[in-house]
């Protein structure tokens, strides 16, 4: 049998006995709550980092270089990324209104994109 946590049997696939993970039975009705988000000080701080921002803010804009036009879902795509990065507050907010549009848009020109863009993420460059 194939080391793994898949093994092939008789054509069906199966888990491999005696694979790392135990199963235990319990009375609980719900599972507890990870340790991080049980402690305030300790919540999931989500990829908010300033680096990945920036980063998210660069994609984007190669994304825009060279057209005149993009499609929304290229934008939404792009801010979905951004959003990721963003820390809660007002860009955040911005984006999260300007995601909702994308769904009733089918096109932006690229200087729209472009300003907005800007409004919400100034350039570092």
């Not at 093994?7 to 491999?16: A, E, K, N, S, Y």
């Not at 135990?22 to 990829?47: I, K």
């Amino acid at each position: 049998m194939p080391s793994g946590c898949w093994g092939q049997v008789g054509g069906d696939r199966q888990l491999t006995p005696g694979w790392p993970y135990s199963v235990a039975v319990t009375d609980a009705t719900e599972a507890p709550a990870p340790s991080s988000l049980t402690e305030p000080d300790q919540a999931y701080p989500g990829p908010s980092d300033a680096a990945q921002t920036e980063a998210a803010v660069a994609a984007f804009r190669r994304q825009l270089d060279g057209q005149l036009s993009v499609p929304a879902s290229v934008v939404q795509d792009c801010l979905l990324d951004l959003w990721g990065s963003l820390p809660e507050g007002d860009s955040r907010s911005e984006v999260e209104r300007w995601l909702t549009e994308t769904l009733e848009r089918t096109l932006y020109s690229v200087s729209d994109v472009s300003a907005r863009l800007a409004s919400v993420v100034p350039a570092t460059d």
